[in-house]
């Protein structure tokens, strides 16, 4: 069976019509898994004794004839970040190399409760702190449109699998457009959900009031379809909201004809790719065409976001990486011998780069005497990009931006610059800080053949419009 | 220079990190450069903006309801029975790295 561009859709009714079986589809995926990713690198650890389990129980039911759910059979791949029980989860850091949890993620279990078959992990920046995946205590994950180039991060292992038809969909989690990059770097679809549309129980958590889960796809109806399974109010998350979950398939079928588009000059400005500007623009022009009117808008706290993100992201780190101590669950120092040795020991070993600095940071930035002039400011600024968007958002019913604002850079280009690398992130970063929902679709690609992402932002709880949007886009290329 | 190697020493401390003499010299350079970068949140007058610490109180919520009432669904019954079973021992310590079967086990804590 071909599975590249293979969508759930088309996965779910051949296993159904019993053209090939869940075991075969999940193999054929092995497969390609074997062949394509000794150079890619988007998987740490595969699971297949689970997946062909929950594969043979699928062929089962098709056998029987009964009407087979939603992902059935469907092979995913699940970012590393996420608990799977019995299956190593790492979160990319050397930290967890042996770390097996006792429980799966709710949104794990909400997949495999709808049929899908977790294929295995993937690879990550350590912890999800970096856009380009070379943080990973695990390697790097390449670009499959471009080896010498990174798959941004840091959900860069589950984009790159997408890409490259190594599973029909992946999760990720975005904290600073940790989805909706590397999806634009790949060429793929990357959904962010509203702050507290999906259950993080069992997400190990970055930074608590910004992490999310959301899923890469092949297209945005794929998208619709894994929301629509793991959104909704888990009583595990206390975080996770009561709010009702729309048909978000059904939704995509809604005229767009008439929807007002804001378009923000602040993300059009300086440091903007001519190339990634022009397709854009384009975009903008192909959905003008499909009837969404464009009305200019202003988001004029924009360029103090990343500031703003840096502060409040790693303060949070730096006190949800505190667990990590050598005593439950991490890696332990050999050969210490009192326990503050042993914390500091375990910590140095475990850690990588990156992560250090950003505990450091987040650390400094919480500290007596600095508290007010960083975190505290931190958070100031973050109710005034949140009224950006509020104010913005009484006039229009999306926000079309770049995802990033250049396509995919080299591997090493960045890596000793912490700074230039922030800045890959300059354009997902505010709708983390407003927890507004967000997506990256393909809308073309540069001279060199790299994709370019168009970025879609909603209003709380309103995935179904730039669902919607990004649909009638799609279509319409 | 905001960040001097006292400080990074001292933050270092804080956070369970020791730091190798490199790594130490790596941050003072990182950290300045960043905070100088951070700088310009000072640009905004934020005297009269509340600060925010997360977006769950606001969006999503029965905005008629105020303050903790408005998460009265993530609430339950302080109770004794009928809870979730708790993890058991031998799965919660499956994954230290040193445990007895009732433990988890840690250097002396005392230091003398």
């Keep these: 069976m071909e599975i590249a561009s293979l969508t759930i859709d088309a996965a779910r009714a051949s296993v159904q019509e019993r053209q090939i079986t869940a075991v075969a589809l999940a193999e054929a995926h092995y497969a390609r898994i074997q062949k394509e990713d000794g150079q890619v690198g988007a998987f740490l650890t595969l699971s297949r004794e689970r997946a062909l389990e929950q594969a043979e129980r699928i062929d089962r039911l098709a056998v029987d004839g009964k009407p087979l759910p939603p992902l059935a059979g469907v092979p995913v791949g699940i970012k590393d970040v996420m608990s799977t029980r019995g299956v190593r989860t790492t979160a990319g850091s050397k930290i967890l190399e042996k770390y097996v949890p006792p429980y799966d993620c709710t949104a794990v279990s909400r997949l495999e409760s709808a049929g899908a078959v977790v294929l295995g992990k993937m690879n990550c920046d350590e912890f999800a702190m970096g856009s380009s995946n070379e943080n990973s205590g695990y390697g790097p994950v390449r670009n499959p449109r471009d080896l010498t180039r990174v798959p941004g991060g840091s959900s860069g292992g589950s984009a790159a699998a997408v890409a490259a038809d190594m599973a029909v969909f992946t999760l990720g989690s975005d904290t600073g457009g940790s989805i909706r990059q590397p999806a634009s ?112 808008v202003s988001l004029p706290h924009t360029p103090y976001a990343i500031p703003t993100y840096y502060l409040i992201a790693t303060a949070e780190a730096s006190s949800n990486l505190a667990r990590y101590d050598g005593v439950r669950y991490s890696q332990r120092a050999r050969g210490v011998r009192t326990l503050s040795e042993m914390y500091r020991r375990s910590r140095d070993e475990g850690f990588g780069a990156e992560v250090k600095r950003r505990i450091m940071l987040g650390t400094y930035a919480l500290s007596a005497g600095y508290y007010d002039a960083y975190y505290l400011k931190a958070q100031k600024v973050r109710t005034l990009l949140t009224r950006d968007f509020d104010e913005a958002f009484q006039k229009v019913d999306a926000i079309v931006t770049p995802t990033s604002p250049t396509a995919a850079f080299r591997l090493g280009e960045k890596s000793n610059d912490p700074l230039a690398m922030y800045l890959a992130d300059i354009y997902t970063v505010t709708a983390d800080l407003a927890g507004i929902p967000g997506i990256s679709i393909p809308c073309g690609e540069t001279r060199e053949k790299l994709p370019i992402g168009l970025q879609i932002l909603g209003k709380h709880f309103d995935e179904a419009t730039i669902l919607r949007v990004a649909h009638a886009y799609e279509q319409a290329t | 220079m905001k960040v001097t190697d006292k400080d990074v020493a001292y933050v270092a401390d804080l956070a369970n990190l020791e730091l190798t003499e490199d790594e130490r010299r790596g941050m003072v350079r990182d950290l300045n450069s960043i905070l100088e970068y951070v700088d310009r949140l000072n640009e905004l007058d934020t005297s009269d903006v509340p600060p925010m610490a997360q977006v769950s109180d606001r969006y999503g919520v029965d905005e008629a309801k105020q303050g903790s009432e408005r998460f009265a669904y993530a609430m339950r019954e302080d109770v004794l029975d009928g809870l979730r079973p708790s993890l058991p021992h031998e799965e919660t310590l499956a994954n230290a790295p040193d445990a007895d079967d009732q433990f988890f086990r840690v250097p002396k804590v005392i230091e003398r």
């Design chain 1, 185 to 296: 770097f790949c060429g793929v679809v990357g959904l962010m959900p509203t702050y507290g549309r999906v259950s993080r129980y069992g997400l190990i958590a970055f930074a608590s009031s910004l992490d999310h889960i959301g899923p890469l796809t092949k297209t945005v109806k794929d998208a619709a379809t894994v929301l629509r399974t793991i959104a909704g109010r888990d009583p595990m998350d206390s975080t996770s909201a009561e709010v009702p979950v729309p048909d978000y398939v059904a939704e995509l079928e809604k005229p767009v004809r008439g929807l007002k588009i804001g378009v923000a000059k602040e993300y059009f400005g300086e440091g903007l790719d001519d190339e990634v500007r022009a397709a854009v623009e384009g975009a903008i022009d192909k959905l003008k065409g499909v009837g969404c009117e464009a009305v200019p």
